[in-house]
């Protein structure tokens, strides 16, 4: 079965996952694709990344992926919880990562990677409620969802780990920084390239 993944090494939505595929060992081919290039636009016309094939399943929205991949490839793990309130705690973390952190960390990083100056404020301030909410959810449990790692943490580790970027400091956040670590610890963990590392469109 041939398995691709379209996007950009720079986009977090993309890096989810990337790293996701990487933790469950499987093979796939990841093409450099931008939102507007005739691969990707071919298979998603509105034009969002990542795209997913999976053989002859073809999927978008990166949460929806990770569901996925779960289902399919790690039924019943701590990666996508059974009990209703394991799945809700992950829900919303997945709705956080599409609404806080993308507005928030993620659009003060590409603000500033692409020069929007005039969104940099407006998206730090978003992130200056949502990284206070995220150190005292931190100070229950080791990861977002809970004790073990699930898809909330795959799916909000890239923008939060890259918050300098966007001029967001995490230094004062000591409990954000250790789970970011748990992370980074995970068998079969890979980086999001920094700016500097990641080719432009």
Same mark, same amino acid.
């Given at each position: 079965?041939?398995?691709?993944?379209?996007?950009?090494?720079?986009?977090?939505?993309?890096?989810?996952?990337?790293?996701?595929?990487?933790?469950?060992?499987?093979?796939?081919?990841?093409?450099?694709?931008?939102?507007?290039?005739?691969?990707?636009?071919?298979?998603?016309?509105?034009?969002?990344?990542?795209?997913?094939?999976?053989?002859?399943?073809?999927?978008?929205?990166?949460?929806?992926?990770?569901?996925?991949?779960?289902?399919?490839?790690?039924?019943?793990?701590?990666?996508?919880?059974?009990?209703?309130?394991?799945?809700?705690?992950?829900?919303?973390?997945? /709705?956080?990562? !599409? $609404?806080?952190?993308?507005?928030?960390?993620?659009? #003060?990083?590409? +603000?500033?990677?692409?020069?929007? &100056? *005039?969104?940099?404020?407006?998206?730090?301030?978003?992130?200056?409620?949502?990284?206070?909410?995220?150190?005292?959810?931190?100070?229950?449990? /080791?990861?977002? !969802? $809970?004790?073990?790692?699930?898809?909330?943490?795959? #799916?909000?580790? +890239?923008?939060?780990?890259?918050? &300098? *970027?966007?001029?967001?400091?995490?230094?004062?956040?000591?409990?954000?920084?250790?789970?970011?670590?748990?992370?980074?610890?995970?068998?079969?963990?890979?980086?999001?390239?920094?700016?500097?590392?990641?080719?432009?469109?």
């Amino acid at each position: 079965m041939t398995r691709r993944l379209y996007g950009i090494s720079l986009s977090g939505h993309v890096h989810r996952v990337r790293l996701f595929l990487s933790i469950l060992k499987l093979d796939y081919t990841f093409v450099e694709a931008s939102m507007h290039s005739p691969e990707v636009l071919r298979l998603n016309p509105l034009g969002q990344i990542p795209v997913f094939e999976d053989g002859e399943i073809i999927l978008t929205d990166s949460n929806a992926i990770l569901v996925y991949l779960a289902k399919t490839y790690a039924p019943g793990s701590h990666w996508l919880p059974e009990d209703p309130l394991g799945a809700a705690h992950v829900q919303k973390w997945f /709705s956080i990562a !599409a $609404g806080e952190l993308r507005y928030g960390p993620a659009m #003060a990083r590409a +603000a500033t990677i692409w020069k929007r &100056p *005039e969104e940099i404020g407006p998206a730090q301030t978003k992130a200056e409620k949502l990284l206070p909410f995220m150190e005292g959810e931190l100070t229950r449990h /080791s990861y977002l !969802a $809970g004790n073990q790692p699930t898809l909330a943490d795959l #799916a909000c580790y +890239a923008y939060t780990a890259r918050a &300098p *970027e966007g001029g967001i400091s995490l230094r004062p956040y000591p409990n954000i920084r250790k789970w970011l670590d748990g992370v980074e610890a995970l068998p079969g963990f890979v980086s999001m390239p920094h700016v500097s590392e990641a080719p432009f469109e």
